[in-house]
């Protein structure tokens, strides 16, 4: 008969004590090991980015992602240069880690922004929003940042890479706020693979640690969130545009939606409340006027664009959550509780670690191997 002894000796290591503590960071490490291109690039120590989110990712929240360990991005939206340098000074009071500033490629005082980032000594610039002018990025370029800009495909991506971008980040239609088409895992099948040129970060739908792994496994140097920084203690958004977050699921999360062609919406996630619900009835009513001829198809097209004007600033800061826009990826179902910020940047780490556990990546043979790669054997 097979004593106790024996049986622990067949199996290997007790998982227990020692061992698994040895094991959890020899998974830490391997952690560390991916997304090291990440880090480097971004120099935080973990590679994380805080989406740009407006009216939300203000100095508390970059500020509170950043001394978590992860990067704080700034979201411009529409601040005036003056605005804009006020928040650059006020996050530098709050954090000495490294921050970034996202900014609308469409804003009409877009270089004076880039000046002020320049002054400011801001080390990241993100552009969202259309295809980059070769002034902008020489602009961003000279300053010594470094140059962050979205792809929704690979040969978009390519071209930035020509143009100077610095990394790349990949969107999928999960994420919140203004999207595109295509899901993220099909954006990270079609794009990592083929552009190694820069790091590539990924984004849309992610709010555990065990996708951050996948995402890392598959080339990504690094990942953004957004919507799950949006319920942190440091979040300023109000406690009724939490609330939502907090009751909501993945699938009240919906994209805007366009009642006629002739009248395009652009397409943005949030979750549906009444005011969606308005949406498609002043398209409806509009759509009749036009036909009847009582609007011109360019003043229709104003009055729809011009329905949500204002209605974002209205849910974050004053609470209104019936008829604001409540901005939203799908990644909101995992959003259960307030937290600090740096308690959830330390769930995702553990998600993470625990998922590279599952696959063995703390094992011994694991470790072996890593020791005679790191000799050269």
Known sequence: M???AERRVASGPSPDGADAHAARARARRQLDRLWRRGVDFLGSDLAIMGGA??????RQLVAAISNGGGFGVIACGAMSPAQLDAEIAATLTLTDRPFGVNLITLHPQLMELIDVCARRRVGHVVLAGALPSSAAVGRIKE??????CFAPALVIAKRLVRMGVDAIVIEGMEAGGHIGP??????AQEILPHLREVPVFVAGGIGRGEAIVSYLEMGAAGVQLGTR????????????FKQAFLRAGARDAVPSTQLDPRFPVIPVRALANDGTRRFLELQRQVVDRFTRGEVSQKDAQLEIEHFWAGALRRAVIDGDVETGSLMAGQSVGMVTREQSTREIVGELIEQAVEALL????GGAAESENSSRSRAGV
Do not use: D, N, P, Y
């Open 229 to 240: 920084f949006v319920c942190a203690h440091e979040s300023i958004a109000h406690a009724r």
């Open 143 to 148: 300053s010594g940042a470094r140059l962050l």
């Open 358 to 361: 599952a696959r063995g990546c």
């Open 2 to 4: 097979t004593t106790e």
């Open 53 to 58: 989110m407006t009216w939300v990712s203000e």
């Open 182 to 187: 295509v899901a993220t895992g099909v954006l």
